[in-house]
């Protein structure tokens, strides 16, 4: 009995070890893009004329871009010039270069020059990108970073191929969790 009782006693343990190294039960939020949102830290800003585009970071060299995990985005921050629409856009990379958009949030209006937070809730699969849809962005300097634009902006269900690249840091993220 006392043989019985320790086999279960390790397998209880193990089992509650599995369970508590599990992203998903630690419920681990993670960042998707910079985590530099700060007015002060603007270098310039970027421009699509008096037409939406979906801004996206391609690479962020110790940051994340792509989804790690499938799960939903809850929030997300940009920093805005002025007064202007934006919505956040999950992006999903298909054959040949392309990309689909597969999902967008409501759209968040900023009042002035500011760093601003908005709620969500937007579905993402492990590996998708996330984008945001806008007639500007706000960026960094930084040339170990690549990014990618969609102008006219990717729509909801649209797949193709950015229409250009560059090498600056974007001013928006969103926090995803499980």
Known sequence: MEIAARRFLCLCLLALGAVGLSPASAGAAVTLGSSQIDQDLTDFGLGCGSESCVFMQKRLPGLKVRAPFSGEIRKWRVVSPGFHDYQLVVLRKKRHGKFKNVGVSSIASTPGADEYEY?????????????????????????????????????FPDTRKPSSSGVDEYQFNATMRH
């Open 119 to 155: 709620a969500a809730s937007l579905p993402i699969r492990e590996g998708d990108y996330v984008g945001l849809l806008s007639d500007s962005v706000q960026t960094i300097d930084n040339n170990t970073a690549r990014t990618r634009a969609f102008a006219p902006a990717l729509e």
